[in-house]
């Protein structure tokens, strides 16, 4: 083994999706200096399809914190939901009911805008690394790993984020850790398709035979997902059959109508509530999905991780550009608060939609029961709507 080449940094930030790559930025605005490690390359990031709402706050942090204006250009503002039962619409209006709407704005493109960001800022992100491994967390954290080039490196820093998503090796490293899973008996099967849009606004659908979601991405290509068992194997599935089981839970009593067309990717996606506590241990702070996974139900994942990271950058800005190091203490409690808030909203958008194997008659008319009270009620439909757009910071 050849001796590595040693570097030193502030915060070195382990992952380079949106959370990391917005901390990075948010640091760059502070004056603060940071390194981010990914183990992807840029393109694999950028050809992997995820959700696809940005709450009010996540759209505000893009544009205001001077990553990009696009989400205005090109993402599409929604006022609103359906939630779609016992073959009927409901409209659920964010805006008239908080004065607050969400951005259906693809997280690949938020991905795109921030990594172009930290180009244009002259930003050090290092694509492609490999052998990541993170030491010293207590005192002066290393981290040792070989660049895309075969070389071995390490960088020594104040502070490591661990913003490595749901397959985090920095959470690992937290030494008092307490793990909360809950998992659930089905998943998603998202499909992407050529067809116009069928729907101006996303569709949350309950049905006898399970969830489904329509969703959109441009005026010609549309994403949908359909609650599927979670052994699925999407390549069994033929166009047909994926558009017989989406028309069958959209079908109803009213004049919508499904527009089909060739569906160009399939995927099963995983399914499960997760927190890890304490999201601070010594010098390493997580970010995102490294410390909390939540179903897709309600688009909660991603704004969850640009809300850690805006709390994040205000403290490592405490505690490096004001040498306040007592503010480390505070990160943990202050994003735990909108993390379990947030579990709550997913959890309860999945279990009011989903249909489990075991669901009894009984338990089946009480998830209409819930339904009905929620979009008769000023209350429950505002309820809902404070969770979808976001709670303010
Ligand atoms: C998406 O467009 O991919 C999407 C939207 C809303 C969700 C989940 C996924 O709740």
């Not at 490690?37 to 996540?58: F, K, M, N, P, V």
């Not at 080039?149 to 998503?165: F, N, P, S, Y």
């Not at 008996?185 to 569709?203: D, H, N, Q, V």
């Amino acid at each position: 083994m050849s001796v590595p080449s040693t570097s030193t940094t502030r915060v070195a930030i382990v992952g380079g999706g949106p959370a990391g790559l917005m901390l990075s930025h948010l640091l760059h605005i502070a004056g603060i200096e940071s390194v981010v490690l990914e183990r992807r390359a840029r393109r694999d990031i950028e050809t992997t399809h995820r959700a696809g709402i940005l709450e009010r706050d996540s759209v505000r942090l893009l544009v205001d914190s001077g990553v990009s204006d696009r989400v205005l250009t090109d993402g599409d503002r929604h006022g609103g939901i359906y939630l779609r039962f016992g073959g009927e619409s409901h409209h659920i209006d964010f805006d008239a009911l908080t004065g607050a709407t969400v951005w259906l704005y693809p997280q690949t493109d938020v991905f795109t805008d921030l990594a172009d960001a930290r180009d244009r800022d002259g930003g050090d992100v290092r694509f492609g690394v490999s052998d990541l491994e993170v030491r010293d967390v207590l005192d002066t954290p290393t981290v040792a790993f070989t660049d895309s080039d075969g070389v071995a490196q390490e960088i020594t820093a104040e502070i490591v984020v661990g913003a490595d998503g749901s397959r985090s090796i920095c959470r690992d490293l937290v030494a008092d850790r307490r793990q909360y899973f809950r998992e659930y008996p089905f998943a998603w099967f998202g499909i992407l398709c050529e067809a116009p849009k069928s729907s101006p606004e996303l569709i949350y659908a309950r049905s006898d035979r399970g969830f489904a979601l329509i969703s959109q991405r441009t005026e010609s290509v549309q994403r949908m997902y359909f609650q599927c068992d979670p052994t699925t194997d999407p390549s069994a599935w033929s166009d047909a059959q994926i558009w017989e089981e989406l028309q069958t839970r959209l079908a109803g009593r009213d004049d919508f109508s499904l527009v089909e067309g060739t569906v160009i990717d399939k995927s099963v996606l995983p399914f499960r509530s997760f927190v890890q506590t304490p999201m601070r241990h010594g010098q390493l702070l997580l970010a995102g999905d490294a410390g909390h996974t939540v179903p897709p139900t309600g688009a909660k994942g991603l704004n969850l991780a640009l809300a850690d990271v805006r709390v994040l950058a205000e403290v490592l800005e405490q505690a490096l550009g004001k040498n306040d190091p007592d503010a480390l203490d505070t990160y943990s409690d202050r994003v735990l608060d909108r993390v379990w808030r947030a579990q709550n909203f997913s959890y309860w958008m999945t279990t009011m939609l989903h249909r489990s194997a075991d669901s009894s008659d009984f338990d089946e008319r009480r998830q209409l029961g819930e339904l009905a009270t929620l979009v008769a009620s000023d209350a429950g439909k505002t309820y809902l709507a404070e969770g979808y757009t976001g709670w303010p910071a």
